[in-house]
């Protein structure tokens, strides 16, 4: 059975750093691109960054040149630096495949940037 757990969000000020972590267990990890989403409220879940097996990442521009999605094969984990927060980036971050399963999706985790 597929579990995706993410860990390391907070509450955190503008301009200030989270990294995320999503850990994964089932055969899914190695074969598949991952992404990184997020829901704000009253908002739809879009995806904000994508890494393939091969590495090959992907961003959404509102995230560009401040977000840093990376995997780790041998730990069947997804990583996402966030950086330059703003109070926008505030939501809920989820990891899935790409495109999303719905049975993959977890608890996510909530960040908040606030002053």
């Known amino acids: 059975q597929v579990q995706l757990v993410e860990s390391g969000g907070g509450l955190v000020q503008p301009g200030g750093s989270l990294r995320l972590s999503c850990a994964a267990s089932?055969?899914?990890?190695?074969?598949?691109?991952m992404g990184w989403y997020r829901q704000a409220p009253g908002k739809q879940r879009e995806l904000v960054a994508s890494?393939?097996?091969?590495?090959?990442?992907n961003y959404a521009d509102s995230v560009k040149g401040r977000f840093t999605i990376s995997r780790d094969n041998a730990k069947n984990t997804v990583y996402l630096q966030m950086n330059s927060l703003k109070p926008e980036d505030t939501a809920v971050y989820y990891c899935?495949?790409?495109?999303?399963?719905?049975?993959?999706w977890g608890q996510g985790t909530q960040v908040t940037v606030s002053s």
């Open positions: 890494i393939t097996s091969g590495g090959r990442t």
């Open positions: 899935n495949v790409v495109p999303p399963r719905y049975a993959y």
């Open positions: 089932g055969s899914i990890f190695s074969i598949n691109t």
